[in-house]
């Protein structure tokens, strides 16, 4: 099979190389890709959402499948343009349509689909322009923190936590009325705070039947003991520790099958990823967000984890038999640690060279933000490289990535030694 992945972040790296080591893949291509994927299958240098572009590509490449890495070009309807186009229309894409899509691209969308659905979320409302007023006296009713929600995509960056209620209200005026986020902030979820520890689930679904992937958290502050500003995500772990049976089992039955069969009943066409942000209060799973696609860094610890091949599955996803494959995992733990540019998430310099990749040893080597620049690798991006090992737990695979990281070099290079502190 010739396949394509839209993309050129690490998720799209771990995605490619578990892909590329299938003996079903004939030919791999990444668009745009990075340094990393360029050992393993053929960048070309088309834009995620460049759906003219992607089309040509298909058609000259003879490509099979294509798979969806960022929500982007999901939300723009990437998957649409395939099944209105003649020619591409029999092309299987991984990653939902954009009704579906909707899910990650309007938070109000999100919270609408979960109260019909039953799905345990927090409590909270929406606002627009127009209704500012309400939107203050409904967080006059709440009580702190306060989270403050742009409706649509906002580069990861859209969501407000904030302890004073007039810092609340001025937040939400100037989302609102001075689109502090743009047209992503023209309606503003509201929500009641939830206290608790965070984690990630991964389900795969042709529409119908679906598949549960190891669970896994991530660590986005830029700061030791989670402090500092957010970033995509400076480091993941799976599978999560205190996630027990019964926790499994609520998160299952309680929250993924419900959202499974909600997609179905509200005819929102779901062939992909769906990624459940939660939150463990007390001992009760609540939805924080649905993303349409997988997680960054996430992935660089789940998809490693994967022992079946991966192409029999996004096969079994494109052609709805899912409920046929038998996803084998591997038990040992997984980490990857993120080394970031200097600066990041706030501005940063490219075009570092990168050195030590060779001298990694037991450790895979996952590119983020690289790029191939006159033979040499150099940063590109903001999070730069990802260095996933594998231990009995997270804390053998952890001391494996960390003594890798030692040997990786470039300017400002900078990476969170704390991960897993609060496990
Ligand atoms: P989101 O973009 O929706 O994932 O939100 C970003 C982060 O804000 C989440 O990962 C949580 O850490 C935090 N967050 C979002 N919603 C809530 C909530 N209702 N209560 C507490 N923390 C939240
Ligand atoms: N690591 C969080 C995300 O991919 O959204």
């Known amino acids: 099979m010739n396949i394509l992945v839209l993309g050129s972040g690490g998720r799209e790296h771990a995605i490619s190389l578990k892909i590329s080591q299938s003996p079903k893949t004939s030919k791999l291509i990444v668009a745009p890709g990075n340094a990393g994927t360029a050992q393993i299958a053929t960048n070309v240098e088309v834009g995620v959402n460049d759906f003219e572009a992607i ?86 009713s709440l009580s702190p923190p306060y989270v403050l929600k742009a409706d649509g995509l906002a580069a990861g960056k859209g969501v407000l936590i904030l302890k004073d209620l007039q810092e609340a209200k001025d937040e939400l005026k100037s989302m609102l009325v001075d689109s502090k986020f743009g047209n992503a902030s023209a309606t503003v979820v509201i929500e009641e705070f939830l206290n608790g520890i965070e984690l990630s689930c991964f389900v795969l679904t042709d529409g119908t039947n679906y598949k549960i992937l190891p669970t896994a958290k991530d660590y986005k502050r830029i700061g030791e003991g989670d402090t500092g500003l957010n970033t995509g995500g400076m480091g993941a772990i799976s599978p999560v520790p205190f996630v027990d049976e019964v926790l499994m089992d609520k998160i299952e039955q309680q929250i993924v099958k419900p959202t499974v069969d909600g997609l179905k009943k509200d005819n929102l066409p779901y062939v992909g990823f769906i990624f459940i942000g939660l939150i463990k209060v007390g001992v009760e799973p609540k939805v924080i967000e649905y993303n349409v696609r997988m997680g960054d860094p996430e992935t660089e610890v789940v998809i490693p984890r994967l022992k079946s091949d991966l192409v029999e599955v996004l096969s079994a996803m494109a052609n709805g038999t899912l409920d046929q494959i038998d996803l084998q995992i591997d038990k040992r733990a997984a980490t990857t640690v993120m080394a970031v540019s200097g600066g990041y998430p706030e501005a940063y310099e490219k075009g ?32 730069v490289i990802a260095i996933t090992s594998f231990g009995k737990d997270f804390k053998e695979a952890l001391k494996t990535s960390y003594q890798n990281m030692e040997k990786l070099h470039f300017d400002g290079m900078y990476y969170r030694k704390d991960l897993g502190f609060d496990l």
């Open 55 to 140: 089309k040509k590509l298909v058609i000259n490449k003879s490509i099979h499948l294509v798979v969806v890495g960022p929500e982007d070009p999901l939300v723009n309807g990437v998957h649409d343009f395939f099944l209105n186009d003649d020619e591409l229309k029999s092309i299987p894409v991984i990653g939902p349509e954009k009704a579906a899509a909707e899910l990650e691209g309007s938070k109000e969308f999100a919270k609408e689909f979960m109260m019909r659905h039953n799905i345990p979320t927090a409590a909270y409302e929406s606002f627009t322009r127009e209704s500012l007023e309400k939107g203050y006296a409904f967080l006059e």
């Open 352 to 383: 570092k060279e990168i050195t030590g990749t060779e001298n990694i040893q037991d450790s895979i080597v996952f590119h983020a933000g690289t790029k191939l620049s006159d033979g040499k690798v150099v940063t590109n991006g903001g999070r």
